[in-house]
C-alpha cells in the first residue's frame, strides 16, 4: 500500500525515497500475467477510474513508465493515482462483464467514455419472450428490447461480441429474430442453422429443447453474468445427474458439456475462441478484423457470422460442377461444405449457378431454414445478376449477396450499380479471397476427381 500524506510535487521523491510513480511501478510488476479488472485509487481512497485488461502486469504496468502520454483526457488521472488495486478474471471476456459491472456501480471520474451520453453497446435479454434470445444493441430503449433484461454499457463491442461468443458456447442461447411458437406444427419441418450444428445454439426453433429446459439455460446465463459462476456449476451438476436418474440421456449430456465448458474457462491462456475446431486451417491472418472490417463496408447493422461462398468448375463445359463452403466467425465449417454435379448445362457458367443456389437455397427459401448472413459468388457482375436471378423464385428472399471479381477484386453487392473497390491490404477484402478461394479450391479439386472417374473408368 502507498503512504499518505505526501505533500511533494506530484509524482516526486526525495532522493532517499522513491517517486510515488516508481512506487505504483514496482507495485505493477508484482501484479499477475493473466486478465482482470484494475481499479485506480486517488490519496483519499476513492476509485478515480477502472479498468480491463488481457495482462494485467503489462496493462497498469504501461501508466507508470516514464515515457508514458495518455492523451489529454486521461494525463492528469496519473498525478492523482496512490494505489492500485485488480480482480482477477478467467478470461478477457470476464474481465470485460466486470468491468461494466464495476463502472455502473461506482461510475468513477475518469471513466468518462461511459458517461458521455455517446453509443455504447449493450447486452440484452429478452426474457419475457418464451425462447428469450440474447442480444447486442446500442439501443436498450428500442421497444423491442421492452421488458428485457439489460447489461452494460460496455467500453468495447469487439471485446464484447467475443464474450457473447464464449458465453453462447456454454448457454447454447439463440441470438437470432425468429419469432418461435412452442411445438408449433411447422416447427418440425424447420432446419435449423449452422449455429446449431457447432453446438452454439439449442435450437428452440425446430422443438430440440422445450422452454422449461431452455428457460433454465437462460436463468443461469443471467446468474452466470452476476458472478454466481459457483452456485451455476453446482445446480448444472445436479440437473445432469437428474437428468441421467430419468434416463434423459441427451439432456445430461448437454448439460455434462455445460459443466465442461465451465470448468475450461480456468484454463487461462489456453484454448478460447480459436480452439473451437481446430481440425482445420485458418485461412484468414485475423478473421475477426476481417469480420468487422466487412460489416463497415457492406453497412450491415448486425455482426456477420455466418458466410457461404458459390463457385463453378469445368473445362471446357465437360464435368461440370459447383461448390459451396461455409465460414463460420470467419473460419471455415467443414460440415457446411457441399458439392453439386450440375445436371441442367454443361457450359454455362451462370445457369450452372441457378442450378446450386436453387439446390442449395430451396429449403431457405420456403422458410424451413435461416439463410446465412452474406452469400458470396464467385464472379463478376453477371455471376451476381444470375444468382439473384434465381433467388426470385423464391418466397423468403437471402440477407445479402455479394460476388467478388478475380484481377480487379471489385465487391459487387446486390441492388448497387457501382461496385466496391478496396485497398488489397483490407481485412474484409482478405477475408472475401480467402472465402472464394476455398469455394474455387473445393470445386476444382471435386471437378479432377470426376474427370479422373471418366478417364480411368472407375
Excluded at 508484482?30 to 481499479?39: I, K, N, R, S
Aim: proline share 5%; net charge neutral.
Amino acid at each position: 500500500m502507498v503512504e499518505r500524506g505526501d505533500h511533494s510535487a506530484p509524482g516526486k521523491g526525495t532522493p532517499e525515497e522513491p517517486s510515488r510513480r516508481e512506487v505504483l511501478a514496482r507495485k505493477a510488476r508484482g501484479l499477475p500475467e493473466g486478465a482482470g479488472v484494475y481499479l485506480f485509487k486517488d490519496e483519499t481512497g476513492q476509485v478515480i477510474y477502472v479498468g480491463k485488461a488481457s495482462t494485467l502486469r503489462s496493462r497498469v504496468g504501461s501508466y507508470f513508465v516514464a515515457s508514458a502520454d495518455l492523451g489529454p483526457r486521461k494525463q492528469p488521472m496519473i498525478e492523482l493515482i496512490h494505489d492500485v488495486e485488480f480482480i482477477e478474471a478467467d478470461g478477457e471476456w470476464e474481465a470485460l462483464l466486470v468491468e461494466a459491472r464495476l463502472i455502473k456501480d461506482i461510475r468513477p471520474r475518469f471513466n468518462v467514455m461511459l458517461k458521455d451520453g455517446k453509443s455504447y453497446p449493450y447486452l440484452a435479454i429478452t426474457t419475457r419472450e418464451t425462447f428469450p434470445g440474447l442480444y447486442i444493441t446500442r439501443n436498450p430503449q428500442d421497444p423491442a428490447f421492452k421488458r428485457a433484461r439489460i447489461f452494460g454499457p460496455f467500453s468495447s463491442s469487439g471485446a464484447l461480441r467475443e464474450a457473447v461468443q464464449v458465453m453462447q458456447r456454454i448457454f447454447r442461447f439463440r441470438t437470432c429474430h425468429l419469432d418461435i411458437v412452442e411445438q408449433a406444427p411447422e416447427n418440425r419441418f424447420f432446419r435449423p442453422c449452422l449455429l446449431h450444428a457447432i453446438e452454439l445454439c439449442s435450437a428452440p426453433c425446430a422443438d430440440r429443447i422445450d422452454s422449461k429446459a431452455y428457460g433454465e439455460d437462460i436463468d443461469r446465463l443471467l446468474r452466470f453474468l452476476g458472478s454466481q459462476r459457483t452456485q451455476v456449476l453446482k445446480e448444472l451438476r445436479e440437473a445432469m445427474t437428474a437428468a441421467s436418474q430419468s434416463q434423459d440421456y441427451e439432456r445430461a449430456a448437454s448439460l455434462r458439456d455445460q459443466v465442461q465448458a465451465i470448468e475450461r474457462l480456468d484454463e487461462r491462456g489456453q484454448g478460447g475462441a480459436d480452439e473451437w475446431q481446430p481440425e482445420v486451417t485458418v485461412f484468414a491472418t485475423d478473421p475477426t478484423a476481417g469480420l468487422k472490417s466487412l460489416q463497415r463496408t457492406l453497412g450491415e447493422e448486425h455482426p456477420i457470422r455466418c458466410m457461404e461462398a458459390i463457385d463453378i468448375a469445368h473445362l471446357g463445359g465437360d464435368e461440370t460442377v459447383g461448390s459451396k463452403v461455409c465460414f463460420i466467425d470467419g473460419r471455415p465449417f467443414k460440415d457446411g461444405y457441399r458439392r453439386y454435379q450440375i445436371k441442367s448445362v454443361k457450359n454455362d457458367d451462370y445457369a450452372a449457378i441457378q442450378e446450386v443456389v436453387r439446390r442449395r437455397y430451396r429449403e431457405a427459401g420456403q422458410g424451413h431454414e435461416l439463410y446465412p448472413d452474406v452469400i458470396l459468388i464467385d464472379g463478376g457482375l453477371g455471376q451476381l445478376n444470375a444468382a439473384m436471378e434465381a433467388f426470385t423464385d423464391m418466397s423468403e428472399q437471402p440477407p445479402l449477396v455479394i460476388s467478388l471479381a478475380k484481377k480487379e477484386e471489385l465487391i459487387w453487392v446486390q441492388d448497387h450499380l457501382e461496385p466496391i473497390r478496396l485497398g488489397r491490404a483490407n481485412p474484409g477484402l482478405k477475408l472475401c479471397q480467402a472465402i472464394r478461394d476455398e469455394a474455387h479450391r473445393f470445386a476444382q479439386h471435386y471437378h479432377h476427381i470426376l474427370r479422373r472417374k471418366k478417364l480411368l473408368g472407375d
